[in-house]
């Protein structure tokens, strides 16, 4: 019960204090706009809008969980007010949960825009819709991991935000997103089936289109994999590395 | 003797080949006001992070009131409140709400730490600035909600790491005397300061820690007397003395157990190894119908003592400080 408490709280501190902001809530509103006008203009006629559905939906939750989580701990830690919650008597799994947990949500928000957007605007055909809401929370977990695996080696808000950065953006273009994995070069090939993303958007791919280039299963076991690993490795280093 | 609530045995850190803290060992009783004294990098900071789990302990044990902190760290974190050197609240938060929120991370339910909250409010006297942000707040005012917020969960012992430095007169004071109203409810408070004067004042028992070693530890009074070398009485006269050094080699011939010396034109500084009975030097000054206005007993400070222990410069450790 206690628990429970604590940890309720620290996700409605987060959600008030950092993701329920005026500019939090408008870019996860104009971010997705912003892609599809793009793809638009890139294109200069209609898309399919099927082929770019993943890959909008995908941009916005990287782009918004990784630096919102990296940028918020890096931030209570350099102010200080981390130390209360590792000061307090709550397990070190539940307090990162509770944490990671406000970053999964905003991620979750971020792609609601562009799901509704393409679906009730453009009428995209949703292929099956239990995959593509269990896509966009796993790749919500995972892009929030890669942003608390960040913030482990970051001392400051703009190392985060490098960092970031740093891993996004080749990550974009090796997941599959824009250029199919085998179109890349043999030898860049096995670095994108290191990417966790890639299983990520493996399966919103499957979700709207109904194809994929790797089988559903093992798009899933991996991101669950994947999300174990960042989760323990992360918890790992924080206790190695914040508490010396 | 009282019930032990803290217990640090052989406790070390080290960073690679940097001992911090090199194999210091003390009890703290309940109850009782504890004082940790120290230069810049004695390893005050580094034993407070090991005594509330801020810092791994790289050999050594510690015990809350039986419970061990190396095995069941998060157990020991419940009977504790710590207030770390720095204001360390949630700026974008109300005083109130960073109250609240910190009872939560206590698992105090949402009237408990409502209720909790108000009190502490009004008892550090914040109420009318407890619906304004945090970042808002003045330097003494961060301090003392500071405080409050490591309170809120009634814990057993309060840590404080430099409590009082930067912040003005008024509020220090109002925190200091905070510190004896806790301490006379029970609470035990272990304190880390570079202000002697602070640790003389509220201290029970005090321990003077140097280059990672404690190097004296023992109630105020007993580190005090034990700094005394010699038994001083000053004794101020109403008249000014024009022939100081013959009235002076008179009074020595006169008590050859002390040693008599003028401080000034009046004041006259009676020296002795042995405790002085000051009354037939008084009545032979009289009878020399010398006016006497005062005669105090010079009692060394805590400084004093710290000063002899360690070795190290007061004056020294303060600018040492301020630059930090």
Redesign the interface.
Known sequence: ???S??F???LL?DMK?YYLKPPNISWGIVFPFAWMLMMFIRTRTVFNIEEVFSGIVAMSILFGTTSMLSVTITFERK???F?????????MELLITAKITGAILFGIFNSIIPVLFSVLYFKAAVADWTMLVTGIILLSIISTLLGLFISVSAKEVFEAQTYSNFFRFPMIFLCGLFIPISALPVLIQPLSYLLPVTYGVDILKYSITGDNALSIVLDLAFVITFCFVLFYSSLFFIKKKW?? | MKEKIIEARNLTKKYDDFTAVNDISFQVEKGEIFGLLGPNGAGKTTTINMLTGMAKISAGKIYYDGIDLTKNMKKAQEIIGVVADESNLYDEMSGYDNLCFCGSLYGLSKTERENKAKDLLNIFRLNEAGNAKFKAYSKGMKRKLTIAAALIHNPQILFLDEPTPGIDVASARQIRDLIKTLNEKNTTVFLTTHYIEEAERLCDRVAFLNKGKIIMIDTVNNLINAAKDENLIEVVLKEKISEKVQFALKLNEEFPYVNCSFKNDDTLNIISSKQIDISPIVNHLSSQNKFIIEARLHRPSLEDAFVKWTGIEIDLMKKEKEKK
């Open positions: 019960m206690k628990q408490i604590a309720w709280n620290i501190k204090n102010s200080r007010s130390e209360r919650l590792l000061l307090a008597p709550i397990r508490i010396i």
